[in-house]
């Protein structure tokens, strides 16, 4: 008889057989990888969950970075249209005084870093004597419009 089996005998008790603690053993072994394959499913969507909440912080910083980019480049039209205004001169060769880039040509549209702006210029708006100047910038998807009046 092996020692493993003279081991297995002697935890017996008086009315167990030697094939019970067999049984016994591989059903503990069983519920051991069941319980294992469990927590790697739980480990597993623990990590999964992490990655796409990292995704989407990073889609949101992004879209927050394109939407400040956007509001810089239309006030900096803004900027540019009142100083033409303020020289007289029209120092970005669309012909207008008080107007960038309002030629309806996007590739000369001036550019502050990764963003680019127009800036529309109407007189007498909404009053005579007054100029109305609607900026738009714009970097990636994100748009966004500035409307000043100036007397």
Same mark, same amino acid.
């Given at each position: 008889?092996s020692?493993?089996?003279?081991?297995?005998r002697?935890?017996?008790?008086a009315?167990?057989?030697?094939m019970?603690? !067999?049984r016994? %053993?591989?059903?503990?072994?069983?519920?051991?990888i069941?319980?294992f394959? *469990?927590?790697?499913?739980?480990? =597993? &969507?623990?990590?999964?969950?992490?990655?796409?909440?990292?995704?989407?912080d990073?889609d949101?910083? !992004?879209?927050r %970075?394109?939407?400040v980019e956007?509001?810089?480049?239309?006030?900096?039209g *803004?900027?540019?249209?009142?100083? =033409? &205004?303020?020289?007289?001169?029209?120092?970005?060769?669309d012909?207008?005084?008080g107007?960038i880039?309002?030629d309806?040509?996007?590739?000369?549209?001036?550019?502050?870093?990764?963003?680019?702006?127009?800036?529309?210029?109407?007189?007498?708006?909404?009053?005579?004597?007054?100029r109305?100047?609607t900026?738009?910038g714009r970097?990636?998807?994100?748009?966004?419009?500035?409307?000043?009046?100036?007397?």
């Amino acid at each position: 008889m092996s020692a493993v089996a003279e081991i297995s005998r002697r935890r017996c008790s008086a009315g167990d057989s030697i094939m019970t603690h !067999v049984r016994k %053993a591989s059903d503990r072994t069983g519920t051991v990888i069941v319980v294992f394959i *469990v927590v790697l499913i739980m480990v =597993e &969507l623990i990590i999964v969950t992490m990655v796409t909440s990292a995704s989407r912080d990073h889609d949101l910083t !992004v879209h927050r %970075a394109f939407t400040v980019e956007a509001f810089y480049a239309a006030e900096a039209g *803004v900027n540019m249209a009142v100083r =033409e &205004l303020m020289e007289d001169s029209d120092e970005d060769g669309d012909g207008t005084i008080g107007s960038i880039s309002d030629d309806s040509n996007d590739a000369n549209d001036p550019t502050l870093g990764n963003a680019r702006f127009l800036v529309t210029s109407t007189a007498d708006t909404p009053f005579p004597g007054q100029r109305t100047l609607t900026s738009q910038g714009r970097s990636g998807e994100t748009r966004r419009e500035m409307t000043n009046v100036i007397e």
